[in-house]
Nanobody, 115 residues
Framework: QVQLVESGGGLVQAGGSLRLSCAASGSRLGINIMGWYRQAPGMQREFVARISSRGTTEYADSVKGRFTISRDNAKNTVYLQMNNLEPEDTAVYYC?????????WGQGTQVTVSS
């Protein structure tokens, strides 16, 4: 049973920083893609960033230059360093991993940015 445990969310002022972590366990196979999505109130879940097993990264335009995704393959953990946060970044952040053709989601962590 694959499980994802997220941490690092919280309340921060605009311009501040947060670092999210997501640790995966229970997978017998290697993890391909690890990524982050977010969902603001009343909005659809949207892509934020992803990183391949080889370290190739991709970002949504709205976070380029402010967010950095990284992973520690030995720990099966993905991180999201969020700098220069804006009120528009307020959302529940979810991590997602891909194992072969299956996708798994974390429970979500709240990020709130005050103006």
């Amino acid at each position: 049973q694959v499980q994802l445990v997220e941490s690092g969310g919280g309340l921060v002022q605009a311009g501040g920083s947060l670092r999210l972590s997501c640790a995966a366990s229970g997978s017998r196979l290697g993890i391909n893609i690890m990524g982050w999505y977010r969902q603001a109130p009343g909005m659809q879940r949207e892509f934020v960033a992803r990183i391949s097993s080889r370290g190739t990264t991709e970002y949504a335009d709205s976070v380029k230059g402010r967010f950095t995704i990284s992973r520690d393959n030995a720990k099966n953990t993905v991180y999201l360093q969020m700098n220069n946060l804006e009120p528009e970044d307020t959302a529940v952040y979810y991590c997602q991993i891909q194992v072969v053709l299956s996708f798994y989601w974390g429970q979500g962590t709240q990020v709130t940015v005050s103006s």
